[in-house]
């Protein structure tokens, strides 16, 4: 039997730094460098992969970074340009087109993303559009240089995705203008906007050796993604068993969701015990899960891909495991809160995200400031705020979750975070040498210099800090660069996680730990909050962001200086149409989004949300998180958490063939809570998916994984994105009127979507 290369073994730890390479002969005689002899036999590991000369063992994926190479192909092709007429028409106009549909969408009542494989399948319509209507002959060359080809299309994707979002600080900036009467000037707003995102640019830059090239970080949520670029690319359209794999998925879904999603909504969830009893509140808390805030949707089953979703299909087994257990927890965790009474549980919603008066009415936030400054008198007008039980469950398993990921991390990825900080000693500089086989072929292509990226940070903390000041935000400078140092510290833990184990749960608890950091700093001053968590999650999550990016980039290897400018160009054509769309949107609709319930085309549900937040922590911290408080184990959590994996690594040590380096304490206490927020019932289908997957199907019919597992995966979730976007302007109201479904049994109005009671509102 037949061996695999052994780029594909399992890699010691250390494996990815090494003191430097060994030189062998080739055929010809000439130097070949080991990397060089390991890009070869991977080539030819590929190709026997492809025609299908391999055997199930060298199928199988042992280690879950081994699908970098079994899965996706090393193959490039320096020639083909990937700057042309065609990716800046359509990636500025994709760009253009997200950036202005998520500004759109943040201020809809339902609120909405614009998907990247959405943006993946349109540009490529187009882009072969273009390729076959276009002349292309003598001097129109440089507009149609051939086939629309893959560099072009993921540079299109890299600069439209990365403009097609919200950014954080449009938040800022909306509750400025919406609740305290601040309206910033455009150049203000839009630096405030641009200098957010590149921090975190700033911060990937930095990290990127460590982060992007090895094999071992190998990004499980870009797999997919690279897969299907490969495949539409490389493949033969025609007689290809992969594309025609994904277009026959993909027009299925595309058919089917139209059913769970508008005609027939039980399906989204199927709960025996709500069939057979729609009046128990005790069923819908636990069985129930299919409306917003609904219950934790135990033994529920749902059949819409749209609420599963295909991280199931490629996240690591390891990964899926840690967070079936954490789920377990959360089933008895928050029964036990919530009917154990604890912190008043039963005087207020089994789910909600809100803050509560003593009499279980929402608390009027607003009413506590004066000046917008916390007022202590009114406060005492007012009494005491409290969350829901399991609220307040969730802010302290997020917490033990951070605090267990410093020790998590620096214990287990100490061997490769070490050499990695040498490279930073401007006296004694030890290079860090990556073996990857994907890398390898990067190295014709010029590097983005480290030196960029600091200039990069330089610049964007001085435009932080101008913005502060300029924003009258009440944040100090000093405050700013604790949360920028924090924020690069934290980038490094979570960015580790993801890059290795595919784990990215952690925007919303890292959000409230910047809130809770700025409350302990700058009390009782709610927009100073806001910028907190502004200059705390929002370059942490940018430069989570674009590590992925980076990574996709090495997979089909786009020259990294291109990647750099297309995230760069996408940032700063996001940032300019966002502000022209939030200006426009609050100027013709202020009455509207102001009100607490909106209209039927405006809502300004997120800005009243984030303000919520701000005053929350920003006013009441100390009455809520104190010493003497109803909820001081919040804080006190993120300290208990750094000692929490100690037994793990303690078992390790006595048993290092157990295999308990494989749990994960951050994302056990992460989902151990997970339940509290949303709707559950995808939950179940998505455990028993992704065991069928990752193990049952990786295990038992390797080839048939590797081949297609990635693929399926994307033609799942392509066509179901696209028909959700059509729905929403259809039918669900995105364009100003809704079209519901006619009332039926399976579209009850009258009870949840699982025909549990509806939640408590």
């Known amino acids: 039997m037949a061996a695999a290369p052994d780029s594909v073994q399992p890699i010691d730890e250390k494996s990815s730094v090494s003191d430097g390479s060994i030189d062998k002969k080739g055929i010809d005689g000439t130097e070949l460098s080991e990397d060089a002899v390991m890009a070869k036999e991977v080539e030819e590991f590929e190709e026997r992969l492809q025609n299908d000369e ?11 970074y081994e699908v970098a190479i079994k899965v996706l192909s090393t193959r490039d092709d320096p020639g083909v340009p990937a700057l042309t007429f065609r990716t800046f028409v359509l990636g500025l106009g994709f760009s253009a087109f997200g950036a202005v549909l998520a500004q759109i969408y943040y201020f809809k009542p339902q609120t909405l993303s614009v998907s990247t494989l959405f943006l993946l399948v349109l ?16 001097i129109f060359r440089w507009i149609n240089p051939g086939p629309f080809n893959i560099k072009e299309h993921v540079a299109i994707i890299i600069m439209s995705s990365t403009a097609a979002t919200s950014a954080t600080a449009i938040q800022v900036i909306s509750v400025q203008d919406l609740y305290y009467d601040n309206k910033m000037n455009a150049g203000l707003a839009i630096f405030t906007l641009i200098g957010s995102q590149l921090l975190g640019y700033g911060y990937a830059g930095l990290l990127q050796d460590l982060l992007v090239k090895p094999t071992k970080c190998f990004w499980p949520s870009t797999i997919s993604t690279a897969n299907l670029f490969q495949a539409l690319h490389f493949d033969n359209q025609m007689t290809s068993k992969r594309v025609r794999l994904f277009w026959t998925v993909f027009c299925v879904m595309f058919v089917w969701e139209i059913i769970p999603q508008w005609i027939f909504p039980l399906l989204t969830g199927i709960s025996i015990f709500c069939l057979a009893n729609n009046t128990s509140t005790v069923f819908r808390n636990v069985f129930g899960g299919a409306s917003n805030n609904e219950g934790m949707g135990l033994l529920s089953w749902c059949f819409d891909w749209n609420l599963i979703g295909s991280d199931c299909l490629f996240n690591p087994l390891w990964l899926q495991i840690n967070q079936d257990i954490g789920i377990f927890l959360t089933y008895i965790l928050m029964a036990s809160v919530y009917y154990g009474n604890l912190w008043r549980a039963k005087d207020f919603p089994f789910m909600s995200q809100a803050i509560f008066a003593e009499d279980g009415t929402q608390y009027n936030q607003t009413g506590l400031l004066t000046n ?4 202590p008198v009114k406060y005492e007008q007012l009494g005491p705020a409290f969350f829901s039980a399991t609220n307040a469950l969730y802010l302290i398993t997020s917490n033990l979750s951070l605090g267990a990921t410093f020790t998590h991390v620096f214990f287990w990825h100490w061997a490769d975070i070490k050499p990695f900080l040498k490279t930073f000693n401007p006296w004694n500089r030890t290079p860090l040498v990556v073996h990857d086989p994907h890398y390898e072929k990067m190295k014709i292509y010029k590097q983005v210099p480290r030196w960029w990226y600091f200039v990069l940070l330089a610049c964007a903390y001085a435009i932080a800090q101008a913005t502060n000041y300029e924003g009258h935000s009440g944040l100090p400078w000093w405050a700013l660069t604790v949360i920028l140092l924090i924020s690069l510290v934290l980038s490094l833990l979570f960015s580790t996680l993801a890059a290795t ?5 952690f925007t919303s608890s890292a959000n409230g ?7 302990y700093m700058v009390p009782g001053e709610p927009i100073a909050n806001m910028y907190g968590a502004l200059y705390g999650q929002h370059p942490q999550g940018q430069c989570i962001a674009m590590l992925s990016d980076l990574k996709l980039g090495q997979y089909v290897k786009l020259p990294p200086r291109i990647t750099f400018s297309m995230q760069i160009l996408g940032t700063i054509v996001g940032a300019i149409l966002n502000y022209v769309m939030m200006i426009s949107i609050i100027d013709a609709n202020r009455d509207a989004l102001l009100s607490i319930s909106g209209t039927r085309l ?3 549900q997120n800005a009243q949300g984030y303000n919520s937040n701000a005053i929350s922590w ?5 009455q809520m998180f104190g010493a003497k408080s109803v909820y001081h184990m919040v804080p006190i959590s993120l300290a208990i958490g750094v000692f929490l994996p100690l037994p793990f690594i303690a078992a390790w040590y006595i048993w290092p063939k157990g295999g308990f380096e494989n749990f994960s304490t951050p994302i056990i206490l992460q989902y151990s809570c997970y339940l509290s927020v949303g709707i559950n019932t995808s939950v179940n289908p998505s455990m028993v998916i992704g065991l069928f997957s990752q193990w049952w199907v990786r295990t038992r019919y390797p080839r048939w994984f590797t081949k297609y597992n990635y693929i399926m995966a994307a033609a799942l979730d392509g066509g179901t994105q696209v028909i959700s976007f059509i729905l929403n302007f259809a039918v669900f109201g995105a364009s100003g009127t809704a079209h519901n479904f006619p009332e039926w049994w399976g579209n009850d109005f009258s009870l949840s979507a699982d025909r549990c009671a509806l939640p408590a509102n």
Do not use: C, H
């Open 618 to 622: 920003g006013g009441l911290a100390p």
């Open 602 to 604: 405006w809502s300004g």
């Open 372 to 375: 917008g400054k916390f007022d």
């Open 501 to 505: 184990i595919g784990f990215k749960e």
């Open 54 to 64: 391999a055997t199930e063992e060298e199928y199988r994926v042992q280690e879950a």
């Open 513 to 519: 730990f910047y809130q809770m950091i700025t409350a």
């Open 123 to 138: 540009s490529y319509w187009f882009g072969n559009a273009m390729a076959i209507g276009l002349p292309s002959g003598g």
